[in-house]
């Protein structure tokens, strides 16, 4: 059975490495060189451990090193430091913070075998059917049939415009700063998204004492650092935030101004029915892009992965139908993926509310 995937992100390369060890001759095309660079940090739940199981990873997964430390509490804090929500700990089973490049090199290990055919951009040409080929094309014009095409080719995915299932993309009204510290910082035992007025800031320790943040504000569509006067986006991250609690605005200081990344956010306008035509299926953002107010973004697309990997364990040996397969995948995925969407979507709104008086919730 020969399976293309399309798009090497977190859920190309899962998926590969699942259907390579269900037994498909997997390999990989990835638009964007090897090196480039994977991004600040990220959280999973346990959903991912289970997927991760499903793909034959988990014992690696639960040797990766991550944060937060069992003893880290989780806060919700108000502008001015205050504590307005706390728990006691983050030592729940499966819930895991990494940086993004941690996460890469372990599915790229994981992937270590499968041929990743790296800066090259494909399309699909023709999705197949029951009798025919799925049939992909490259840059220089050569053409290649698979029985099986995985498209997480990602938030824009073209393949989803092809397959004519594209419902188009809505901005959700905020955008996101993101970034690393260079060094281990001070969170004072604590993690967690805390809540201003249309603002949003995010601690989340990583393995090695450094601290992912984020950083999310209401704002138009398409502004940037260049377009509102500011010379980094780092700098525009520290204006935005500069009257809130110290601890956040050493966070963005403590970062370089290269690994500040901006992405204003965007959800699928409505979810999918369907995630496959004839032998292409669609995975991760390129079938259910979200915002990532759940933290399940990846996570779902985890369970994308996943699902076709145990499809494929359990089809019967020989002739696959593929076809059949697939329609079972997309029975199987889309109304979970479609709660997440909106439930997401419905997260993003409550936390981006405007809280004039959020002072007055302050405990007496
Ligand atoms: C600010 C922010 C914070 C987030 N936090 C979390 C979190 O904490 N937890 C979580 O689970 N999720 C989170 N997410 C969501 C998560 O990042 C995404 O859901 C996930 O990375 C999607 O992975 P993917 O592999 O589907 O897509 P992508 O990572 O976008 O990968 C798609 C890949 O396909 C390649 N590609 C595209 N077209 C082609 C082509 N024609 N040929 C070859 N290659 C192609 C691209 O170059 C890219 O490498 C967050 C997202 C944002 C924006």
């Not at 499966?94 to 270590?112: I, K, T």
Request: hydrophobic share 45%; with cysteine.
């Amino acid at each position: 059975m020969k399976v293309a995937v399309i798009g090497g992100g977190i859920v190309g390369l899962a998926a590969a490495a699942g259907l390579a060890r269900a037994g498909a001759a997997v390999e990989v095309f990835e638009r964007s060189p090897r090196e480039a660079a994977p991004g600040a940090g990220i959280s999973l739940f346990p959903n991912s451990r289970k997927a991760m199981k499903e793909l034959g990873l988990l014992e690696a997964y639960d040797r990766l090193p991550h944060g937060p430390a069992a003893s880290t509490r989780t806060a919700m804090r108000r502008p001015d430091g205050s504590i307005a929500l706390s728990f006691p700990s983050w030592a729940r089973p499966g819930v895991r913070m990494f940086h993004r490049a941690a996460l890469r090199g372990f599915l790229l290990e994981a992937c270590r075998s499968i041929p990743i055919h790296w800066g090259t951009s494909v399309r699909v040409l023709d999705d197949g059917g029951a009798d025919r080929a799925a049939v992909l094309a490259a840059p220089d014009g050569s053409r290649s049939s698979w029985d099986l095409v995985v498209a997480a080719d990602g938030l824009r995915s073209a393949t989803r415009g092809f397959l004519g299932m594209d419902p188009g993309l809505r901005y959700a009204g905020y955008t996101a700063w993101r970034g690393v510290t260079n060094a281990p910082a001070d969170t004072a035992g604590t993690a967690g998204e805390d809540w201003g007025s249309g603002q949003r800031f995010g601690t989340v320790p990583l393995a090695d004492g450094r601290v992912y943040w984020f950083a999310v504000a209401s704002r138009p569509e398409g502004h940037s650092a260049g377009s509102t006067g500011f010379a980094s986006e780092k700098d525009a991250a520290a204006h935005e935030f500069a009257a809130w609690y110290p601890q956040a605005r050493a966070l963005i200081a403590g970062t370089s101004e290269s690994e500040v990344l901006r992405h204003d956010l965007y959800h699928l306008a409505t979810p999918l029915q369907a995630f496959h035509r004839g032998r292409v299926a669609l995975a991760g953002d390129a079938a259910h892009a979200m915002t990532p107010d759940l933290g399940q973004g990846a996570g779902c697309g985890l369970e994308d992965a996943a699902a076709l990997t145990a499809l494929l364990r359990s089809a019967p040996e020989g002739d696959v139908d593929v076809v059949g397969l697939l329609g079972r995948y997309s029975r199987l995925r889309t109304p979970k993926a479609a709660r997440l969407l909106r439930a997401s979507r419905l997260m993003g709104r409550l936390a981006q509310r405007r809280r004039p008086r959020w002072d007055r919730f302050r405990p007496a």
